[in-house]
């Protein structure tokens, strides 16, 4: 237990702005792409856009200057297999120019996902567009998803849903269409993602999500550079969410308060976690007995990020 408090204080650091400025705009990106995708807002609208560079045969984000693989787990079964997916997803894109690439992410299964995830890759040149698709689709019917554009593939296609984060599929766009036109004819999905991709829909909505994360941390730089203790930073992650919300993003909350506190203070069980291609992910959680990181007090139920209920209201 001391270890994973440890762990988490470790990770905390991560985000101080005593780090260079490189930390700062991770957690600008990570703000800005956490309000979208968490955010009470449409299936097309949660959609969080991210671009990423090819380096002497790496895929690097150049918002952290890090390779996207540098961060892969390989604890559980779905680390694995979520690994082994992403790691074959950006070798086809690095392998193939103006490729474009499909890997589903069923909920539930393996995971303990809530909700599915379409990701797409688009090489041009030698930048890779990246769009993580929330989707309502059940597993099987994901998979379905995923048969109808393989008839524009030569990927093998599993029979289980769970085997689909393991293998992304590749896609033949016939010279001269669309590749968003053409999606939205052959693979409809539960929104209309496809049509707002089209128009660079999430791109405009990441900008402004942006900007409002960056004032939001300016304004809480002071805050970051006094908080030395988990509980200040839990305190900071709920101005974080009470200021974004002020500029008018509204969260769906299914996690503990504050899914930022979650974000901020690393955990893995939080409400809400990061799978392997960086998206948030709604996940099933539960009450448990321990003590409260904001009022101290011992032996009571407390969230995933070990906020009892009392306090919880209050942040
Ligand atoms: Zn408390």
Same mark, same amino acid.
Do not use: E, I, Q, R
């Given at each position: 237990m001391a270890v994973c408090e440890q762990e988490k204080v470790l990770d905390i650091s991560l985000y101080t702005p005593l780090l260079p400025d490189v930390r700062k705009q991770v957690l600008v990106e990570d703000i800005a792409g956490l309000v979208l995708e968490? %955010?009470? =807002?449409s299936l097309e609208e949660r959609i969080n856009p991210r671009k990423f560079k090819i380096k002497n045969g790496h895929v690097i984000d150049p918002k952290s200057g890090k390779e996207v693989t540098e961060e892969l787990k390989w604890e559980s079964t779905l680390d694995i297999v979520e690994g082994m997916g992403m790691i074959n997803f950006y070798n086809y894109l690095v392998d193939h120019e103006d490729s474009v690439v499909i890997c589903a992410s069923p909920s539930e299964g393996i995971s303990p996902y809530i909700e599915g995830r379409v990701n797409i890759g688009v090489r041009k040149r030698d930048d890779i567009e990246f769009y993580g698709i929330p989707t309502k689709l059940n597993p099987e019917e994901l998979l379905d998803f995923v048969l109808r554009v393989s008839e524009f593939s030569d990927a093998k296609i599993p029979n289980?849903?769970?085997?689909l984060r393991l293998n992304p599929i590749p896609i033949f766009i016939p010279n001269n269409e669309n590749i968003w036109k053409f999606l939205e004819n052959i693979a409809p999905l539960d929104s209309n993602a496809w049509q707002a991709i089209f128009e660079g829909k999430p791109w405009e909505m990441k900008a402004r999500s942006e900007k409002d994360a960056e004032l939001t941390v300016k304004s809480a730089a002071y805050l970051f550079t006094e908080a030395k203790t988990p509980r200040d930073f839990v305190l900071i992650g709920a101005y974080v969410e009470r200021n974004m919300q002020r500029l008018g993003w509204e969260l769906d909350k299914a996690g503990c308060p504050g899914v930022f506190n979650s974000e901020l203070l690393g955990s893995d069980n939080s409400g809400f976690t990061k799978d392997v291609f960086g998206n948030t992910r709604e996940t099933t959680w539960e009450y448990h007995t321990g003590s409260c =990181?904001?009022? %101290?007090?011992?032996?009571i139920p407390v969230g995933p990020c070990k906020i009892c209920k009392i306090c919880e209201k209050k942040l």
């Open positions: 968490a %955010g009470k =807002l289980k849903p769970d085997f =990181l904001v009022c %101290g007090t011992s032996n």
